[in-house]
């Protein structure tokens, strides 16, 4: 059974980080598409980032050159290294992957970046 478990969410200012996880269990990170969504209120989820299995990595253009995915193949875990965070990327995020056509979500975690 696929299970993705996010963390790291919280609430921070304007230009300051953070760093959400997702935990997977039933699936192993290095194997699969990992990627990250986020739902602001009122908006439709959208696409973030994602991590393909021999480490390739892609953007959402509002994010380029101040998100960062990454996994711990270790810990099972994928990462989402977010900087110079503004206050439209307040949202909840989510990790997804997808194995053998069934999509997979964790609960998500909320980040709410003040001005």
């Known amino acids: 059974q696929v299970q993705l478990v996010e963390s790291g969410g919280g609430l921070v200012q304007a230009g300051g980080s953070l760093r959400p996880s997702c935990a997977a269990s039933?699936?192993?990170?290095?194997?699969?598409?990992m990627a990250w969504y986020r739902q602001a209120p009122g908006n439709q989820r959208e696409f973030v980032a994602r991590i393909f299995c021999r480490g390739d990595t892609n953007y959402a253009e509002s994010v380029k050159g101040r998100f960062t995915i990454s996994r711990d193949n270790t810990k099972n875990t994928v990462y989402l290294q977010m900087n110079s965070l503004e206050p439209m990327d307040t949202a909840v995020y989510y990790c997804?992957?997808?194995?053998?056509?069934?999509?997979?979500w964790g609960q998500g975690t909320q980040v709410t970046v003040s001005s």
């Open positions: 997804n992957t997808q194995r053998l056509g069934t999509s997979y």
């Open positions: 039933g699936i192993t990170v290095s194997i699969y598409l």
